[in-house]
C-alpha cells in the first residue's frame, strides 16, 4: 500500500477554505490536512489559522464541511489541531487540553486519523507534570474515537522524544517529524537523518517541508530547500512507515503571496515527493 501524499492549506489561510481546497485539488492531491489550530497561546507569528473551528461546528456542518471537502475530490488525512498542553498556567493548559480533545472529535467526523499537535519544553517541573497528565486524558479520548494524536517537535531532539513516547506508553500518541522545525530550532548543522532514526519507530505522520533561510521562517516549495528529504523517506522507510507524507509550504509572508505562485509551489512540491519517494 502507498503511502499518502497530502498538502496542508497552511499556504492558504488568508484565503478562503474553498479557494484551499481549490488550490490542492488542482495540484493533483487526493488529500488534504486541514489547519484547525486553536486561538490560544502561544500564537503562531503569522497569526490565528483555523479553517475548521470545532467550537463553532455542529454534527450538521461537520457533515456539511466534510461533503465540500468530498466535493474537491479530496479526503482529510489529518487535522493540524496545535495547542500548548504545557501552558503557562493551569488554566490555560485545560483549555488548551479542551479545544485539543475538540479536534480529535472533529478528525473523526470528517474522516481524518491523526490530529497534530506541539510538543514544547516544559519551563517548570509543574508544567511537564501538567502535559503528562494532559496526554493521559488526550490518549483516552483518542481511544474512544479511534483518532492518533502526533506530537510535532518544536525543539525537542529525537532522543527526548523517545523518553517522552516511552513514558506516555500509548498506541494512540505517536510522532510528527517536521524537519524543517528541527532544523530551525535546533540549528542549522543539526543532523536530521541521525535524529530521525532514534525517533522513527514513533513517527506517524511527517511534515515534508523545506528550509532555506538561516533560523527564519522560510519553507519554499519542497525541493527548493536544502533538506535531504530522500535521506529521511530511505530512513522512515527502513522502520515500514504507513503514515501520510503531508506537504507543508510557508514563506517569509505566507498568505501574501500571489495566489498563482502558492497555487505553484504546491503543485511543484507534490511532484517532487512523488519522484523520489
Not at 490542492?24 to 497569526?47: K, N, T
Not at 488548551?96 to 472533529?106: E, G, M, N, Q, T
Not at 530522500?230 to 500571489?258: H, M, N, R
Amino acid at each position: 500500500m502507498k503511502n499518502i501524499i497530502s498538502c496542508s492549506t497552511f499556504p492558504y489561510h488568508r484565503h478562503t477554505l474553498d479557494r484551499a481546497l481549490q488550490g490542492v485539488s488542482e495540484a493533483g492531491y487526493e488529500y488534504v490536512e486541514l489547519v484547525a489550530v486553536a486561538p490560544l497561546p502561544p500564537w503562531h507569528p503569522y497569526g490565528i489559522m483555523d479553517v475548521a473551528p470545532p467550537e463553532k461546528l455542529s454534527d450538521s456542518d461537520i457533515s456539511i464541511l466534510k461533503k465540500k471537502i468530498s466535493d474537491y475530490g479530496l479526503q482529510v488525512s489529518s487535522i493540524s489541531g496545535h495547542v500548548d498542553l504545557y501552558g503557562e498556567t493551569p488554566e490555560l493548559s485545560d483549555l488548551a487540553l479542551w479545544a485539543l480533545k475538540k479536534r480529535i472529535v472533529l478528525a473523526k467526523g470528517l474522516g481524518a486519523s491523526i490530529v497534530n499537535t506541539y510538543s514544547f519544553w516544559g519551563k517548570t517541573e509543574e508544567q511537564v507534570n501538567r502535559f503528562y497528565g494532559s496526554m493521559k486524558d488526550v490518549a483516552k479520548c483518542c481511544a474512544a474515537n479511534n483518532i492518533t494524536v502526533a506530537v510535532e517537535p518544536i525543539g525537542v531532539a529525537g532522543e527526548h522524544l523517545l523518553k517522552m513516547m516511552n513514558r506516555i506508553k500509548s498506541r494512540y500518541v505517536g510522532v510528527n517529524y517536521d524537519p524543517a522545525c528541527q532544523r530551525m530550532f535546533l540549528g542549522l548543522e543539526f543532523n536530521l537523518k541521525d535524529d530521525l532514526a532514534k525517533i522513527a519507530n514513533h513517527v506517524v505522520h511527517f511534515h515534508v517541508c523545506d528550509h532555506i533561510k538561516g533560523n527564519a521562517f522560510y519553507n519554499p516549495a519542497v525541493g527548493d530547500g536544502v533538506i535531504d528529504f530522500k535521506a529521511l523517506f530511505d530512513t522512515l522507510k527502513e522502520v515500514d512507515y504507513k503514515g501520510p507524507y503531508s506537504v507543508e509550504v510557508e514563506f517569509d509572508q505566507v498568505g501574501l503571496e500571489p495566489l498563482e505562485t502558492i497555487d505553484q509551489a504546491v503543485k511543484k512540491s507534490r511532484e517532487y515527493v512523488e519522484a523520489i519517494l
